[in-house]
C-alpha cells in the first residue's frame, strides 16, 4: 500500500490550517503523512498545527516516523525551497511525496485512493498532476 507524504512548507497559515489538516484526515486512503515546515511564522501557525494533530491523536511524543503530522520549527527564515528539501530528508524512496499548501484542501474524500490507482495501474509512474478545483470567497466553484 503506498504512502502518501503530503511537504507543507508554511508561513502565517493559522487560519487556513485547521481545513487542510482535516481535508487530509477526511481521506477514506488512510496511509498518509503530513510534513509541516513552519518557516518562521509570526501567527500562531506552529500552535494551530500542533492543537489540531493532537485533538485527533495524530502527533504523538514518539518519534516522528510514527507521527500522522510532522512539524518542524525553523529558527531562522529559509524559504519554500529549502523547506522542501528539509522536508524530503524525512521522506522514503518508496513514498508518493505531494507539495501541499495549508491554504488548500481536498474536497474529495476519495482523493487518495483515486491519484493511489493511477500508481497502482503504471508502476513506471514518476509523476502525476491533478487538476485543481477553485473557490472563491463565496464557494463557488471556478474553472
Avoid at 11 to 37: D, G, M, P
Avoid at 44 to 51: A, G, I
Avoid at 115 to 120: D, G, K, V
Wanted: net charge negative; aromatic share 10%.
Amino acid at each position: 500500500m503506498n504512502r502518501f507524504v503530503f511537504i507543507a512548507p508554511t508561513y502565517n497559515a493559522e487560519r487556513t490550517a485547521r481545513q487542510a489538516i482535516l481535508s487530509l484526515a477526511a481521506q477514506s486512503y488512510e496511509n498518509w503523512k503530513l510534513i509541516v515546515v513552519d518557516d518562521v511564522s509570526t501567527d500562531s501557525t506552529f500552535r494551530t498545527v500542533l492543537q489540531i494533530a493532537n485533538s485527533l491523536d495524530f502527533h504523538r511524543c514518539g518519534s516522528d516516523d510514527t507521527n500522522k503530522v510532522q512539524i518542524i520549527a525553523n529558527k531562522e527564515k529559509k524559504w519554500e525551497v529549502a523547506n522542501v528539501l528539509e522536508a524530503l530528508k524525512h521522506c522514503s524512496s518508496d513514498d508518493i511525496v505531494c507539495r501541499f499548501d495549508l491554504d488548500d484542501y481536498l474536497i474529495d474524500t476519495q482523493a487518495l485512493e483515486i491519484i493511489n490507482m493511477q500508481y497502482e495501474a503504471d508502476k513506471e509512474l514518476e509523476a502525476l498532476w491533478t487538476a485543481h478545483r477553485w473557490f472563491d470567497n463565496n464557494g463557488t466553484t471556478r474553472s
